[in-house]
């Protein structure tokens, strides 16, 4: 299948190159050079979206943390991939707690870079690999929590969230094993893939992002509960926080 990305880079050789690369593999690439470009391309594509953004942080006027904030506050399911020369954990950590799915450090091997682009435009597709094992599936009804597999959709006492594509397969996966001990490298293993060469602090921020969308007091999680030691799990409403 062949997909539509954008391209969000303001170096001329690493933009026409990767519009190159994308092209040949049978994508669609949009390339833009700044963020103010890359928003009107988003403003613009409502009738044919993005499957991927791509998107440089260290960009003229708009930056790319600031591109990513705004796109996930309208669109929480659109995969976006973090190419930056900001190779310290706390910018990784923040373009990850804003809203990107996964990060590639510069300079970066192209096949590298590529196999992350299709390891994201799958699992755009398929948000978890226990999914595809699931037809009709009932939703999951924890407290009021309901999530919804086959529409991609979660409430909390009849309220909708917007979550990410990371966000709702680690949801999704802590719901169907309540009760179960995930390490980090598990929950990587299981939601990023085993191709993913990211660090644990990935799983770590995504947690974050989520108890503070489903939580009422994300320092004391009732669901999505801290195993010391261990990693995390996701508790019955009889478990004690």
Known sequence: MHHRILCVEDNPDIGKLLAERLGDAGHRCDWVTDGEAALAALEGAADDPFDLVMLDLMLPGIDGLEVCRRLRA???????????????????????????????????????L?????????????????????????????GGL???????????????????????ALLTLFARHPGHSFSRGELLDRVWG???????????????????????DPARPRFIQTVWGVG????TGEDEA
Do not use: C, S
């Open 146 to 168: 309901v999530i919804d597999i086959d529409q991609h959709r979660v409430t909390l006492d009849g309220r909708a969230l917007q979550l990410t594509g990371k966000e709702f």
């Open 114 to 142: 590529l196999a992350r682009v299709q390891a994201l435009l799958r699992r755009g597709q398929r948000v978890a690999p226990e999914e595809e094992q699931v037809v009709a599936a009932a939703p999951i009804v924890q």
């Open 74 to 112: 309208r669109d929480a399911r659109t995969p976006v991939l973090m190419v930056t020369a900001k190779a310290a954990i706390r910018d990784v950590v923040r373009g990850l707690e804003i809203g990107a799915d996964d990060y590639v450090t510069k300079p970066f091997h192209l096949p590298i």
């Open 194 to 216: 085993e191709e993913f060469d990211g660090f644990d602090h990935t799983v770590n921020t995504h947690i974050n992002r989520l108890r503070n969308k489903i939580e009422a």
């Open 232 to 235: 995390y799990r996701f508790a």
